[in-house]
């Protein structure tokens, strides 16, 4: 919990704990906080088997402030079935490498844990709803500083363990840290 002063009684001053937008707590005071540069991103995509559950719209991540868009180059991405996964940053696989690099302008994952965590989509041609049925987005991978993130309640596949994405039914998926 962060902490916020306000004005008590009588001109004393008093600490009111504040969660941060993740869920997760910073440490008491005089514990050191771990802050490491992003190197590298993996967001991990599901859609799901239904009838027009793939879309041609443009799918984004979103964290540490800013959004990143997921698109591999020469490839028809999020169809029906198809599980995904986009790197951004170190061995990057997405269209535009260089603008969806979290080391440009450099990310730490203090900014991670400071801002919303999520998937955006926006409809485009002609097949413009999504059906996602999975959504996880790992920082720094396999390393000391790594942090996780993904759908909790959306486990599972087939009917029920899906959630579609579009005008009719929100744009929107928020991710929580694991």
């Given at each position: 919990m962060a902490a916020v002063e306000t004005g008590g009684?009588?001109?004393e001053r008093?600490?009111?704990p504040r969660p941060l937008s993740d869920g997760s707590a910073l440490p008491a005071a005089g514990k050191q906080v771990t802050m490491a540069k992003i190197s590298k991103i993996n967001v991990r995509v599901r859609t799901a088997n239904v009838p027009q559950a793939a879309t041609d719209g443009r799918v984004y991540a979103a964290l540490g402030g800013r959004e990143f868009r997921l698109e591999t180059p020469g490839v028809d991405d999020f169809e029906q079935a198809a599980h995904a996964t986009y790197t951004l940053g170190d061995g990057a696989n997405v269209t535009n490498?260089?603008?969806n690099d979290p080391r440009s302008p450099q990310l730490d994952t203090s900014d991670v844990t400071a801002h919303p965590v999520y998937?955006?989509?926006e409809e485009a041609g002609s097949q413009p709803a999504w059906a996602v049925e999975g959504a996880t987005i790992e920082v720094n991978p396999g390393s000391s500083s790594a942090l996780k993130y993904d759908v909790t309640w959306l486990t599972g596949t087939g009917e029920g363990h899906y959630?579609?994405?579009g005008a009719d039914s929100g744009k929107q998926l928020?991710?929580?840290?694991?």
């Open positions: 009684g009588y001109g008093r600490t009111l490498s260089g603008q998937i955006r989509f959630v579609w994405l928020n991710l929580r840290r694991k």
